[in-house]
């Protein structure tokens, strides 16, 4: 098979498995696109986690703990398709925390307040499952395989992200602006999410059927999706730009492209942090990765 | 063994296995511990078969130097065959294939 026959094949639907024959600019795509969304899985549960032991309940303090939980089996289950790319997970790890790799934009922020892990939880995770669906098509198969239980998993987060801020949206005026505040906070990032409207055309991971949408359709998905929800609770979306014209497209300000490259590139307000975070518990577990590895020998 | 297992699941009683994705684990104990956890703790499926890479007899090339069509259904493309017999017994104007 030729490059030419193998980007026709893949353009036409073909899915491709580990042991068959790749061109190496599709594998080197792979590894970056699988990698960035292993590393994304990973960091995401820390913005959650700063709030497991302040969560107003046992209920919640229970539901953010699975999430966690989740996130990170999610972790694992990416990295290991990396792996059988050719890319080892300890490599993954070494580079992600030595801020080689990237994460996603909306990780890098801090969370603030309560109504921020609402906000996360429903929003955040309602715009990441838009691009993970779109996944489940990818002309990687075993990546495709293991986004059907990811996505089947994120439809819980997105539930609990809706009911956590269906409940503040029906407490006191104290804690529907914690909400507000939140929701005007995270609708930079979220816009800035899904990438910059490159044709998709134009896009290699589109080109290789890494993703089977370009980044400005997956963006009105989710305006589609999620405004209406976030208008008929009463919030406001804090964008005058904002709205729907007559050929049913979302016009909106043009996201601070700027700001999300800064962001991704390691210089969001809480990347070095966290990525500290990352470091000290990859040496502080080093002992049970070798325990582990010694049972191999 | 130490190594990659590959996780195949059942979601409900009766169902076939499916392949959902592999483990990396130092022997069948630890394979047995993250296969449960990845793919079973939140009640997704019935039934785990976790397997050795390397026992997974992976085939894939299917000759048929033969064309033994006669063993499938596109060995038997009848509509020429009953046009034909339809002609000859008149009756083409009431079929409709």
């Known amino acids: ?297 | 063994m130490s190594g990659v297992y590959e996780v195949f699941r059942q979601e409900r009683k009766g169902q076939a296995f499916a392949h959902a994705g592999s483990v990396a684990a130092p022997n069948a104990a630890f394979a047995e511990a993250y296969a449960r956890e990845q793919y079973g703790r939140r009640g997704e499926s019935v039934a785990l078969w976790v397997v050795p890479r390397d026992a997974v007899m992976q085939i894939e090339e299917f000759v048929d130097e033969l064309q033994r069509n006669y063993h499938r259904v596109d060995g038997y493309p009848l509509k020429e065959k009953l046009k034909e017999a339809r002609e000859r017994a008149g009756t083409t104007a009431s079929a409709d294939s």
């Open chain 1, 1 to 297: 098979m030729t490059e030419q026959e193998f980007l026709e094949y893949v353009q036409s639907g073909g899915q491709v498995e580990t042991d068959d024959w790749m061109p190496d600019d599709y594998r080197a795509k792979l590894i970056k696109f699988i990698e960035m969304h292993g590393n994304s899985e990973l960091m995401g549960v820390l913005p959650e986690r700063e709030w497991i032991l302040r969560a107003p309940t046992l209920q919640r303090k229970l539901a953010l703990t699975a999430k966690v939980q989740d996130e990170v089996g999610h972790a694992q289950l990416i990295y290991r398709v990396v792996e059988d790319l050719g890319k080892p997970r300890e490599a993954c790890l070494e580079d992600l925390v030595s801020g080689n790799s990237k994460f996603h934009n909306v990780f890098h922020y801090p969370t603030k307040t309560w109504g921020d892990v609402g906000v996360i939880a429903w929003l955040v995770d309602a715009a990441a499952i838009i691009s993970q669906k779109a996944l489940l098509k990818c002309s990687y198969a075993p990546y495709a395989r293991i986004m059907k239980k990811i996505c089947w998993e994120e439809s819980f987060h997105i539930l609990h992200g809706r009911d956590v801020i269906l409940t503040m949206m029906n407490g006191t005026d104290e804690q529907r602006e914690l909400v507000q505040e939140a929701v005007n906070r995270w609708w930079g990032p979220l816009m800035q999410f899904h990438g910059n409207p490159i044709a998709k055309e134009d896009d290699p991971m589109f080109v290789w059927r890494i993703k089977s949408q370009g980044n400005e359709e997956a963006r009105q998905q989710f305006l589609d999706g999620y405004v209406p929800q976030i208008w008929e609770l009463g919030l406001t979306v804090p964008d005058p730009k904002l709205e729907k014209n007559g050929e049913g497209v979302w016009e909106y300000t043009e996201p601070d492209w700027a700001e999300l490259k800064h962001v991704v590139t390691g210089h969001g307000p809480r990347t070095a942090e966290r990525l500290e975070l990352r470091r000290g518990t990859r040496r502080e577990t080093e002992w049970v990765r070798r325990a582990v590895l010694a049972e191999a020998a």
